[in-house]
Each structure stands twice: as C-alpha cells, then as structure tokens.
C-alpha cells in the first residue's frame, strides 16, 4: 500500500540556518504530494503541495520538489526563523485516502 | 471565513461513559475524514465519508462510530471510550475525494479517558 516515510526528528537549527526535511514515498499510480505544518497547540495547516512529477510546490519561504526517479519531496528552505518551530508531516493522496509520515518536530533557536 | 470547526476542544471523560465530538465545515465539501494522533504514531485515519450518506472504515475504526446526515456535519461517537482511546482528534474536508484536493483540518480536540 502506500506509505511515507521522513527522517526522525527532532531537528534543532539557529536562526538563519538551511533547512532540509527529508521525505519519500511508496504508493502505485500517481499521487499528489503534501507538507502539513503543526505550530504548537493547533491544528494542521497546509504549507505548500505539487501533484505531478517535477513540480514545485512553494510557499513562506519553503519549497519542495516532487521528484518521481527517487519518490521524494524533499522539504527546504534557505533561512528558518523561530517562527518556523513547530512540526511538518509529509502526506500523500492517491487512490486512498491520505496518507501521513510520522512528522518532524523542528525547533529553531535564537 | 472558511473553516472547519470542533467541539469540545478539551474533554476529560471516564471509561463507558459515551460522548460525541462535533464537526462541522462551512466550505459545501463533499469529502470528510477523522484522524487521531499520538505520539511515534502521525495521524492515522478513523473513518471517512465521500458525501452525505456514505461512510467508510479507515486504518484504525475500532470503538468509533460515524454518521453523515447532512454534508456540513461529520460527528464521531465513541459509545464506550476506553483510555486507549485517548488521543489528539482532527477533523478534516476536502471539496472531493481527488488525490489533488487539499484537505483542511479542525484545530482539534484532545480527548483524555480515565
């Protein structure tokens, strides 16, 4: 069945630092591609999406690019501010319903 | 303002003691889901429906119950909570079932069972 996998957290950066949260896929057909964020207390938003190969899907600064040749989306951005704590979860839609990574709680320190 | 809403945010409860957690968005999707989280775990999905009157099973439907009477109502029963079901509870809706559509979430409830 579909699945998805994303590094272990939790990842401590300082501000201004580069940002890269790994994420890969199994799943037949093809699927969209999501991150969701999880600030502190509240629920999941989405951060930015692509829904076929070699998109790039982009917003407040981060990006990810579906890449079908090593099923991954890749979560980047060039400097995390402390804004930017809280957790990210991969997800992927198909013909089932979505399908989440176990999310990466990421902390930036000042 | 589009949104998806859930009651209560916060409930203490005690084993058997049946309760429901509300849900409602206001954006006419057709598509509705329930997820539980925890710890090590992610959100795993309970139940989902593909529009009024349709309700099917997720990966974790054990001692939950659903109903979809209306499109903007997705309630999930518990009719016997027992303390595994203590978790992190989202709501969730997507205009369709389509692997393209977003899906917005509920700012969820956490459910404690004593």
């Known amino acids: 069945g579909n699945s998805v996998t994303q590094m272990e957290g939790p990842v401590t950066l300082s501000e201004e630092a580069f940002l890269t949260i790994n994420c890969t896929y199994t799943?037949?057909?093809?699927?969209?591609l999501f991150w969701y964020v999880q600030y502190p207390g509240e629920g999941l938003q989405l951060l930015l999406k692509?829904?076929?190969?070699?998109d790039k899907g982009s917003n407040k600064g981060f990006e990810a690019t579906y890449r079908k040749e090593t099923t991954s989306f890749h979560l980047e951005k060039g400097s995390v501010q402390v804004s930017d704590s809280a957790v990210y979860f991969c997800?992927?839609?198909?013909?089932?319903?979505?399908?989440f990574g176990k999310g990466t709680r990421l902390s930036v320190i000042a | 303002e589009a949104q998806v809403t859930q009651n209560p945010r916060y409930l203490i409860t005690v084993t058997g003691k049946k309760l429901t957690v509300t849900c409602s968005q206001n954006?006419?999707?057709?598509?509705m889901s329930w997820y539980r989280q925890d710890p090590g775990l992610g959100l795993r999905q309970i139940y989902y429906?593909?529009?009024?009157?349709?309700?099917d099973k997720g990966d974790v439907p054990e001692g939950y119950k659903v109903s979809r009477k209306e499109k903007r109502n997705f309630p999930l029963i518990l009719e016997s909570p027992s303390p595994n079901q203590t978790s992190l509870y989202f709501c969730?809706?997507?205009?369709?079932?389509?692997?393209?559509?977003?899906?917005?979430f509920g700012p969820g409830t956490r459910l404690t069972v004593l």
């Open positions: 969730a809706s997507s205009l369709f079932s389509g692997r393209a559509d977003t899906q917005y």
């Open positions: 799943a037949t057909g093809y699927p969209s």
């Open positions: 692509a829904t076929k190969a070699d």
């Open positions: 997800a992927l839609r198909g013909n089932t319903p979505l399908v």
């Open positions: 954006m006419n999707h057709e598509y």
């Open positions: 429906s593909m529009n009024v009157e349709v309700t």
